[in-house]
């Protein structure tokens, strides 16, 4: 009697007719590599939002959520490729998410499930990167020209035009040096920032400081929660799998040290912006700090070439993030509508990407001009996606995979921590939907400020 058949030929067969694994998701890359697609992923413009957060929280709690959701994401994410480098040392290496989840919590529902959130969380990010690159466009412009007739939603559409034209690139793998200039823009932005602050704060100028909290019970609740989601957006990934699929096999070991990597940028760049920020702007710092940075009314609080250089790195930077959230849409485009035996680069192949992959973009350009909400965008994809993938799923796997003894710590510990972010998610969900629903009477669709 013989056993199954090895899982492995079967995987590498239907990968050879795979398009979405053959183009968009090679597996070429070194752990460095990850490490740039990771910071990428995560160390973006969102932190400008970190000092907005803390004003729902106050220092104290701030501070606590900061830290415990830098140690539980890394933990989350540490757990996940434990669980990827056991599967492909069983033959069974995952490049998909969705994938994964389906084929270790046996349930054919969790595949859909993964890529609904996925799509949440792609779409989301890939409307704030658009909105956040013209609110800088907006802002550079403004300084420049102050009764200019130029609008929000014209500048969005360059961008949109912009981003249409590098979401060619084929390739996952193919971002591996924009995400290392990435890296470097970050770390370059959040110094900048950080300086702007101090010279803000200490400068004849600067804001009366206020770090009280709502007075009203309730409404403190609320912001708190939606403080938690902004934090779990911010710290947030949802593509592991994907990233760690760029490795060149066997993977097993590389993704820890990219891991280590991002969080050394991470450690560097988001305490220093929410400290600095939240110091000198309180309980009135915007949704995104340059804004308070750069207020409408009176003189810019720093030196205008500091801002200028700062609001060019983001903007750049946000190039790197559109393309990085858009790769899993991209290799589910590219599954359905590539054939794997016509070449990458065929007529075939080549018309149907920039068709699908544009009108991708075009959407998320249109999303953002109609609806510029940045930071209540943050705080629901990052309830309603982030929370699910990064602080629920992974623990979920890992107790499945590798069925820790119940009186382990390693076993409590990660029930304990799908517990409370589950019910954070639910929270954070009703406070996020609640302050986009109240935010939304203080404009009119195609608005030319973002509401915070």
Not at 284 to 304: R, V
Not at 372 to 401: H, Q, R, W
Not at 409 to 415: D, K, L, P, Q, S
């Amino acid at each position: 009697m013989t056993g199954p058949p090895d899982p492995e030929p079967l995987l590498g067969a239907r990968r050879e007719s795979d398009a979405g694994a053959v183009f968009v998701l090679q597996s070429k890359g070194q752990w460095w590599h990850a490490g740039f697609h990771l910071t990428t992923s995560i160390v973006g413009p969102t932190i400008l939002t970190l000092p907005y957060a803390f004003r729902g929280l106050g220092w104290g709690p701030g501070f606590l959520c900061l830290t415990i959701m830098g140690l539980v994401t890394f933990y989350s994410y540490y757990l996940m490729s434990k669980v990827l480098d056991y599967c492909e040392k069983e033959g069974r290496r995952h490049i998909r998410f969705r994938e994964l989840a389906a084929d270790v919590l046996g349930s054919g529902w969790m595949y859909y499930f993964v890529i609904f959130i996925q799509t949440a969380i792609n779409t989301g990010v890939g409307i704030g990167a658009i909105l956040l690159s013209g609110e800088c466009l907006k802002i550079m412009y403004s300084e420049l020209s102050p009764n200019g007739s130029l609008k929000l939603y014209h500048f969005i559409a360059m961008v949109t035009v912009v981003m249409i034209v590098i979401s060619q690139l084929p390739t996952f793998h193919s971002l591996r040096h924009i995400n290392f200039v990435s890296l470097l823009l970050s770390l370059g932005y959040s110094f900048l920032v950080v300086g702007a602050c101090i010279y803000a704060g200490t400068s004849k100028n600067a804001p009366a400081r206020d770090y009280s909290l709502e007075s009203s019970t309730s409404t403190r609740l609320f912001n708190a929660f939606t403080s938690i989601s902004i934090f779990a957006a911010i710290f947030g990934n949802g593509i592991l799998p994907e990233i760690q699929a760029t490795l060149a096999p066997p993977a097993t070991g590389k993704m820890v040290k990219g891991l280590v990597m991002c969080y050394t940028v991470i450690f560097i760049t988001f305490y220093s912006t929410a400290v600095s920020g939240y110091w000198v702007f309180g309980n009135k710092s915007s949704s995104n700090i340059l804004n308070s940075l750069m207020p409408d009314e009176g003189p810019s609080l720093a030196p205008t070439w500091v801002l200028g250089l700062t609001v060019i790195f983001v903007l750049l930077q946000l190039l790197a993030i559109g393309l990085v959230y858009s790769q899993v849409a991209y290799e589910i485009m590219e599954q359905k509508s590539a054939d794997v035996k016509q070449g990458m680069f065929s007529k075939r192949n080549l018309i149907p990407r920039i068709i699908l992959r544009s009108l991708y973009m075009v959407l998320c350009g249109f999303f953002a001009a109609m609806l510029p909400f940045f930071g209540d965008i943050s705080g629901v994809v990052g309830a309603v996606g982030f929370i699910p993938l990064d602080f629920i799923l992974p623990m979920l796997l890992y107790n499945k995979t590798y069925k820790p003894a119940k009186s382990s710590f390693n076993y409590w510990m990660n029930i304990s921590i799908i517990i409370v972010f589950t019910g954070a998610g639910l929270l954070g969900t009703f406070s996020s939907v609640r302050k986009l629903v109240l935010d939304a009477s203080k404009f009119k669709l195609f608005s030319d400020d973002v509401v915070d």
